[in-house]
């Protein structure tokens, strides 16, 4: 229901920092690309520092720093060139630690909220789009876009392309077109807005529109009158009007998540573009899902 939806997609670049932890026999591929990369970044007057971290906590310390000069105005890529395991996270080679994908999410979260949504996370490291199972719809977003692979991939498939895909960025500042063209098959692409558009679209399509949402104002009635509120004319009359406020389906759905999903952002889409699109979507035959579906 949102694949006709306009995302913003530019974000303000200033900085890349480059987190390797590879094998001895593996880094002739990073010492290619970053000889191309730097100078790019160069030529650009745009900071470049990489971390080599040892052990896991020299990972978390790097994201640590990184957050700090976010604090001094820096707005980053941060680009893992790392190994990883779908269950266990990034893997620090040197030391044998992974750090798990909780503790990631959590450090780049930090980042992204003193960026105001702005932290864009290219990552190399297998599986590493497992990351986006710890997204949580009521905390910040760790990163307002991600590139990450789904499965195992192999050096080589970066590297063909990646010095490509960033010339693109940072002339373009345009993640998702960059993308496109150059990891659409690589790399998946996980953009926050998208996702709340998605988290929107099934609460309206599932509960705020026609019987779905008359059953919810119903319930949400009962309830009340479970709870003891005296059952009386001016009572329901009170009790249909704020349930019928608390479900309804307006600009302030977005709102409620703009300073904590979004770290204040607001998006590039509507709550009436969303309910418009349902509307749509329901009469190509797209049914409600969930307890009101019926």
């Known amino acids: 229901m949102t694949t006709r939806m306009q995302f913003t997609s530019v974000a303000k670049i200033n900085s890349l920092f480059w987190i390797t932890s590879l094998r001895d026999n593996e880094v002739g591929v990073t010492r290619r690309v970053l000889d191309d990369l730097e100078p790019l970044c160069k030529s650009r007057h745009l900071p470049f520092e990489q971390f080599t971290p040892a052990t896991a906590s020299e990972l978390l310390t790097a994201l640590d720093a990184i957050a700090a000069q976010a604090n001094h105005g820096m707005l980053p890529i941060i680009h893992f060139d790392t190994h990883g395991s779908s269950d266990d996270g990034i893997q620090i080679v040197q030391s044998g630690e992974y750090v798990g994908w909780a503790k990631i999410a959590e450090k780049l979260r930090v980042i992204n909220r003193i960026t105001g949504n702005n932290l864009c996370v290219v990552s190399c490291a297998c599986f590493s789009f497992q990351v986006v199972s710890e997204l949580d719809i ?31 960025v940072l002339d373009r500042e345009d993640i ?16 926050c807005e998208k996702m709340l558009a998605i988290v929107l679209a099934k609460y309206v399509n599932n509960v705020g529109l026609g019987r779905q949402r008359e059953k919810r104002k119903e319930e949400l009635v009962t309830r009340a009158l479970n709870d003891g509120v005296p059952r009386n004319r001016q009572n329901l009359r009170r009790l249909h009007k704020r349930a019928g406020n608390l ?40 049914k409600p899902e969930g307890p009101y579906a019926q």
């Open 138 to 168: 009521n905390k910040t977003s760790p990163f307002f876009m991600l590139l990450a692979p789904e499965q195992e991939i192999a050096a080589g498939d970066i590297e063909t392309n990646i010095v490509s895909f960033y010339h693109d």
């Open 176 to 191: 998702v077109t960059a993308h496109e063209r150059w990891f659409p098959e690589v790399l998946r692409l996980f953009h």
């Open 247 to 286: 479900i309804k389906v307006n600009e302030a759905l977005i709102r409620r998540f703009t300073p904590t999903f979004l770290a204040g952002k607001a998006p590039g889409f509507t709550v009436k573009q969303i309910k418009d699109m349902v509307i749509a979507a329901r009469a190509k035959g797209v």
